[in-house]
T-cell receptor, first 115, second 111 residues
Framework: DGGITQSPKYLFRKEGQNVTLSCEQNLNHDAMYWYRQDPGQGLRLIYYSQIVNDFQKGDIAEGYSVSREKKESFPLTVTSAQKNPTAFYLC??????????????FGEGSRLTVL | EDQVTQSPEALRLQEGESSSLNCSYT??????LFWYRQDPGKGPEFLFT???AGEEKEKERLKATLTKKESFLHITAPKPEDSATYLCAVQAWEYGNKLVFGAGTILRVKS
């Protein structure tokens, strides 16, 4: 079945460590996104990519980094510079349509906890 | 200033008690408004896309409508399995390819 796979589902990190969250899609979508979700807040955009080897900062990119070397993969690294990394992270993808917006399809999320 | 606002923050209904959730937006140049359902600990699940004022979409007990400044998600005769957080998101020309999400409405349906 086509879909988006995020791993790991749960991750614990010590302060000062970098961690990488994986996101793989087999929907053949060009665009991929990373969102952060905190209780009582809407999803906030971290980074997005419209095409391989290109990506743009979202609204809260500080302390995060991404790469887009393959169409199917968009890993997110949470660096030690991110001051409050404990959150639920969601990866999404969508087809880029010439005639208008396409809906986002989401993975199941990764919950990161800093100890 | 929030550009996408959802209300109420939380809603408790009895099974069979119909109601509506609201999503208001202040963007100009709307390209699309999206509704999602999210269960605890899961990723959001796509429900509807609305493109222009006056448009309506239906799926089982859910019906989404759109005006120039807001969208409603009507829930008719809800069941306990409709309990979830409902998110709306807006894509507008001023945002480019980004979607802006509201904070969501937590719906609880009791039997």
């Amino acid at each position: 079945d086509g879909g988006i796979t995020q791993s790991p589902k749960y991750l614990f990190r010590k302060e000062g460590q970098n961690v990488t969250l994986s996101c793989e899609q087999n929907l053949n979508h060009d665009a991929m996104y990373w969102y952060r979700q905190d209780p009582g807040q809407g999803l906030r955009l971290i980074y997005y990519s419209q095409i391989v080897n290109d990506f743009q900062k979202g609204d809260i990119a500080e302390g995060y980094s991404v790469s887009r070397e393959k169409k199917e993969s968009f890993p997110l690294t949470v660096t030690s510079a991110q001051k409050n990394p404990t959150a639920f992270y969601l990866c999404a993808s969508r087809e880029v349509l010439a005639g208008g917006p396409g809906e986002l399809f989401f993975g199941e999320g990764s919950r990161l906890t800093v100890l | 200033e929030d550009q996408v606002t959802q209300s109420p923050e939380a809603l408790r209904l009895q099974e069979g008690e119909s109601s509506s959730l609201n999503c208001s937006y202040t963007v100009s140049g709307l390209r699309g408004l999206f509704w999602y359902r999210q269960d605890p600990g899961k990723g959001p699940e796509f429900l509807f896309t609305l493109y222009s004022a006056g448009e309506e979409k239906e799926k089982e007990r859910l019906k989404a409508t759109l005006t120039k400044k807001e969208s409603f998600l009507h829930i008719t005769a809800p069941k306990p399995e409709d309990s979830a957080t409902y998110l709306c998101a807006v894509q507008a020309w001023e945002y480019g390819n980004k979607l802006v999400f509201g904070a969501g409405t937590i719906l609880r349906v009791k039997s």
